[in-house]
């Protein structure tokens, strides 16, 4: 398991935490965290580093944020919220600072939808709270169901913590979508995910595996070292830049979903 010995940790004044979304289908985002303790191996939000400042390494540092402002009301009225897009809002620190909660409590009352990204099974701590929002569905992530390849790429939390988790939020009346990502080609067993999870799931999401800038090599390397017959069907994709594979993937999980009435959205981006 993850050891958080090494962790540089500190606080971060913003003067506000709720910023304009970059991405269309939301219209803010509220990252509570700077930094994530957790480094997946793929993770694209460590490019928040050239930003920060850190001289840390990504997963080696964690701002707590503070801010003085309140949440307007008027402003979220209406708007699509999302929970996080670049850390991981239930990190270990959470327990401590409670940036997420809070955050949550201040939303309560005020008439907007939230999705909740996260891995952790801390979410639960919060279902008084969750039960209290007028719209919100909480995405629990998942690359695969093998707990060996998991930690081994994510360094994060078990698989086990995470099933456990959709389900008893699923029990308490809370919407929930499991994010099938990132799909590593001939590795994650999407289909296998599903059937463990579609009776704790209100819809799916499925993403490629992205690789860009300094993750190509490093994913190039772990699967050269741990899954070499594999390694021709990467440098197809990544290097020579050809989606035919995630093309008939995607169309194989298009088809599936309709089938087994099951709502997806499907995004593909190399």
Wanted: charged share 25%.
């Amino acid at each position: 398991m993850k050891s958080y010995e090494n962790i540089v940790v500190k606080t971060q004044e913003v003067a506000s935490i709720i910023q304009p979304s970059k991405q269309e289908e939301f219209d803010f985002v509220i990252n509570p965290y700077t930094g994530c303790p957790n480094p997946c191996k793929y993770c694209y939000a460590s490019f928040m580093r050239r930003f920060s400042r850190h001289s840390e390494q990504w997963g080696d540092f964690v701002d707590v944020k503070i801010w003085k402002g309140n949440f307007d009301a008027n402003k979220l009225g209406g708007k699509r919220i999302l929970i996080s897009s670049v850390t991981e809002p239930y990190n270990f620190y959470e327990k401590t600072y409670k940036v997420t909660q809070n955050i949550l409590k201040k939303l309560v009352g005020i008439d907007c939808s939230i999705v909740i990204n996260t891995k952790s099974g801390l979410i639960t701590r919060d279902l008084p709270i969750l039960k209290k929002l007028k719209d919100v569905i909480v995405s629990i992530s998942f690359c695969t169901l093998d707990e060996k390849i998991a930690q081994g790429l994510e360094e994060s939390y078990s698989v086990k913590e995470r099933l456990q988790a959709l389900k008893k939020l699923h029990e308490n009346g809370i919407k929930t979508c499991v994010n099938v990502a990132p799909i590593f080609p001939e590795i994650t067993d999407w289909r296998a995910i599903v059937e463990k999870t579609r009776d704790f799931a209100d819809e799916y999401t499925f993403e490629s595996l992205t690789l860009r800038n300094e993750f190509k090599p490093a994913i190039l390397n772990y699967i050269w070292a741990n899954h070499k017959d594999l390694y021709a069907i990467y440098y197809e994709i990544y290097k020579e830049n050809r989606s035919s594979y995630f093309d008939k993937l995607f169309d194989q999980i298009n088809v599936f979903c309709e089938e087994e009435g099951i709502k997806a959205n499907i995004s593909i981006k190399l």
